[in-house]
């Protein structure tokens, strides 16, 4: 637990230095439009997701954009468009899966949610994995179900020292600025109707 804790930092670590160093030595080119591609960028990259701020608190997103183990998780997000929702003041609980629970899914799985015809299903998998709240894992014990972000609710279960949220156990606790990142070890998938 405590290695994915470092690993987390340091991959937001990295993500700031590199970040920083870009910042210092970036040139702008000009496309044939006249446009230059920062502009390109901005135009495309609209909303909250896409400000910049070196200051403060990281929030969920960029804790999930820092670390070298949620990069599924991420495209999924910006596939589904979702980016946006996850900046807002919050407070957000976001149980992010690792990569390899997005790989212990049926083989075509991840794929198939990722292309443009699936996206409203992505972005219902993906609240699903959202609870509005900022609550520890000791304190989700004293819950039988959490409100998803979806309008769905997810059985949360106490096994000894294990917290499992939808059959997903919490392996690591991420503060952010506007809530926080809960590592799990599965894809919560919502129930059908």
Known sequence: MKSTIKLSTMGLFLLLALNSGCKNGAQNDTTASGQNDTEAILENNKGQAFIEDDGSTPNVLQIAIGSPDHSTL???????ELENALVNAGPLM???????????????????????????????????????????????KNF??????????????????EVLVGGAKIIASIPAGNGIVHVVDKVILPPTQ
């Open 74 to 80: 991420v495209a999924a997000v910006q596939a589904a």
């Open 144 to 161: 039988k179900k959490l409100g998803q972000a979806n309008d769905q609710n997810v059985s949360v279960i106490v096994q000894g020292d």
């Open 94 to 140: 976001v149980f992010a899966p690792t990569n390899s629970a997005f790989e212990a899914l049926p083989a075509g799985t991840v794929e198939d949610l990722l292309k443009p015809e699936n996206k409203a299903a992505l972005a219902n998998i993906l609240k699903y994995h959202v609870t509005p709240g900022n609550y520890s894992k000791d304190f989700l």
